[in-house]
């Protein structure tokens, strides 16, 4: 006997890996003209795995203190071994992950796979994306540069104008009055400890959902499968799904790295406090709809301040999102189509918003 | 009860009378004396409780310091100095209004050109009245003000730009135009620099002078120290019947660019030098060495540039170079020693700090190259892994595992 079948036969005695492996084995995953968006899910969960192998890198030689932040990205840029590839993939993936994430968000939710008794998928993915939100909101302000601070500066401002509570949580947020360096501290444990820990508690839990319930076939394939069942095909998730999302990974790395080093990540200047906000200021892309939104709104609506309604809009958008499923199902017989049809203005709004957010000067 | 009666009457018409007496001198002068509602309530006299009896009460009746007051009626011009020095000068007085107000300003006027001419019966020169105002007279840092530091020029003009009042004087009226096109005039107005000289600032406000000859040096050197202290070292100091006026101009001062040096047409050097002279060719190679670092500095911020626009971090680069932009504003302020071994010393300094930075931006760049070659290296170990995920997909498919 070799011995790495000694060892195999020494672990199996222990922890009976064919059981374990079994339910892994059995799944399959749907095979129709639609089954590519399946790909998705793994794809974000690629990118979430690149953030922590790049990010755990950076953490060797990051430095997170007002004093020392910017020095500590530009010594890891300029004179670590690859470190700028390591930041500009770490910033890339960032990037392409709330890509994915919002991708695979609006698949399910435009093929319906929210559906009973897949509601607890949904929510936990959901919850993945706001997240995800946060691993980008808390991490751009970390290399401490001008555009980051005045940046997050404006970001967190914005619930301040939550009547009551606001400027409790701007000051919770901010560790103060203002931006300093106790809101770098704070944005640096939420973005290496707490959300971390979170993220990867709720993608496994999304990920046992997902085996647990299977894969969601369209509400119209359904259909079509069950007049002609002949047309029902699926392949086995492992090796056959597995190897072909691995060969996704490895273009997505090969993206990554083509990213990486024709556009490699900025440090720009130092922040200085002190310092006046420079000209044309704007968040990541992918809060641009909302701060271009608060831009454009009027000052009052309705005899109300026009922020404070953009704001609230905000907050109730996520729990409308969450309550997907259950929304779909209390809107009656015309849910599903009123819910297509709330899903297709939301993508216009924010690709539209977003647009004009990149465009303004 | 009687007396208390006629008490009460008495305290009652008094006030209606003290009430009246600065609304009736308004009312009876508003036309005449045209003063604005604005202008009267802006007044800063007014605001420190005085009111038209303060100057224009007569000796005997109202203000102890009514001596230059001979009337309730307007107030006689050869009057005006004496009246306003009856308190500006008085620094008891003034020290219950403003402790830090100064109170040389009469004695001051007596010594200037306004206040010698003055003495000697020439009415037309300047009073007091002429440039601060008569009525709604606000202080000096008001922007409104007549002697406001963006105002200053406007108000001396109003007498040094009328070649008909100044006909009997003999002398120029074109200072105002030519200062308006000069570049302290430009830093005054639209920068909004209220420390760039107008024309207070050189020849006083005061004790207004024209600065000698001797003295016009001593006047830009309060501002321009170091230029003034190279010229001092330069063998122009001797020569320059009009110090820095001689190259400069005195009103319509210009920016002084690299062109302003050297034997080029507009050079001022060529005004006197010729090329083949000592000091010719020092001049043409100053100008020369100038713009050579000048177009360093360009060539190698444009190559920071390039590299930063390729995401390449150079900020320090940058940041040094701004260094060597000092280094050519300080040969820009030594090249006032005419000596050529003086500028370079600083035009080295610079050129070292622009190789420096050039370095540093080729090596972004070459890096970059470097990094774009080596992409296909992993690039293409990726394709390898993709194409053999594949064709292992296929074969393990058509095998039947599927």
Redesign the interface.
Known sequence: MSATAKVQNWIDERLDVEELSAPLLKKTVPVHRHSYWYFLGGLTLFFFMVQIATGLLLLLYYRPSAGEAYESV?RI??QVHFG?LVR?IHAWSANLMVLSVFAHLFSVAFYRAYRKPRELTWISGVLVLFLVLGFGFSGYLLPWNTRAYFATKVGTEVPGQIPIIGRAIMILMRGGEDVTGATLSRFFALHVCLLPALAIGMVMLHLALVQKFGTSVPASIENEWKSYPSRQKE??FF??FF??E??GW??A??VL??LA?????????KADPFGSAPPGIKPEWYFLAQFQTLRMIPSKILGIDGELVGILGFGVAPVALIGLPFLENMLGKRGVQLVRAGLVLGLLYLCVMSLIGYLAK | MRVKFNFRLASFITALVLLAIPRVSAEVHSNPLNISAADAKADVHSHKGMNCATCHASRETQSPKSAAATSAGPIRREKVNQLCGSCHADAVRMKQFNPSMRTDQLPKYQTSVHGIKFAHGDSKVAVCTDCHGAHGIRPASDPLSPVHPLNVATTCQRCHADADYMKAYGIKTDQFSEYTNSVHHKAMKDRGDLSAPTCSTCHGSHGAVPPGVNAVANVCSTCHMMQAKFFDQSPHKDLFADGCATCHGSHAIKHPTDDFIGMSAGAACASCHGADDEGGKAATAIHQHLAALENDIAHSKAVLDRA?H????V??AQVELKSAGDALTKARVSLHTAQLSRVDEDLQAGSKIVAKSRTAGEAALAERQH??R??WI??SA??A??LS??V??RE??RNG??
């Open positions: 530009q840029t300029n700028w500009s392949i086995r090796p056959n190897l072909r691995l060969a490895y273009i790395l090969a790295v083509i080093v024709l556009f490699p990540s900025e440090l720009g200047i | 930063e390729f995401g390449m971090d900020s320090d990094r774009r080596g992409l992993p690039l990726i394709l892994v993709v995920l594949v292992y997909i393990m498919e595992s599927r």
